[in-house]
């Protein structure tokens, strides 16, 4: 029925909404103004929430099953899961260029730190050097290489909406965090899909990681 993946439409965006709030820059001053206590466990905070509210919508979105709108098969359904796996691939590999105890929330709690910025370094990794959103761009991939019935279409509308949305309000807070260095890697590299003719080499994207870590010694 049609309502039926309104509703799924409204839970993933009531998702999406909460998820973006919670990650401001405005909720988190918010917070740390008025409970700074509860700063050094935020992130963790923020990840378990995360993981707790997106399982209403999966369960919706599963019950709605119906038949598919469309199946890939043949040499198709070979190159659309050959892209799956290696985005899945890629999402391991570049788990090494993070530091997966501070994207947790971690070493915020055990330090105690209460501040509201992140505190990784400016860094490009061989994919940032392609995408600025490499993890957002790996996702699209593996959603629009699946078999698709109704509901899983509109998830995939949705989240297609989101990522767009979502990775430009969250370089507003990459631009307050870098300054003009951010501003100028945004100019030389796509956000989402890669253009042969926009990225950066090595050594550019060394230079540009050295210029931003010189800056924020300095201040």
Not at 95 to 103: C, K, P, Q, T, V
Request: glycine share 6%.
């Amino acid at each position: 029925m049609p309502a039926d993946y309104l509703l799924l439409a409204g839970c993933w965006l009531i998702y999406f909404i909460i998820h973006s709030m919670l990650a401001s820059l405005g909720l988190k001053r918010w917070v740390a103004a008025r409970w700074p206590g509860f700063m050094p466990a935020y992130r963790l905070a923020f990840n378990a929430l995360a993981v707790i509210l997106i399982i209403p919508p999966l369960i919706l979105m599963y019950a709605l099953h119906g038949p598919w709108l469309w199946q890939w098969t043949g040499a198709a359904a070979w190159l659309a899961n050959g892209l799956a796996v290696l985005a899945l691939l890629g999402f391991f590999w570049s788990l090494r260029y993070y530091d997966g105890m501070e994207f947790l929330g971690v070493r915020q709690w055990r330090a105690g730190i209460k501040t509201v910025e992140d505190q990784e370094q400016f860094r490009i990794s061989p994919l940032h050097r392609f995408v600025r959103h490499p993890w957002y761009s790996l996702a699209l991939v593996l959603i629009w290489t699946r078999d698709m019935d109704a509901a899983f279409l509109v998830t995939a509308v949705v989240a297609t909406f989101y990522f767009t949305i979502g990775s430009r309000m969250e370089e507003r807070k990459l631009l307050q965090y870098h300054g003009e260095i951010y501003r100028r890697y945004r100019e030389q590299v796509p956000g989402l899909i890669p253009l042969p003719w926009r990225y950066l080499d090595r050594e550019a994207a060394r230079r540009l990681e050295q210029e931003a870590n010189s800056v924020k010694a300095i201040t």
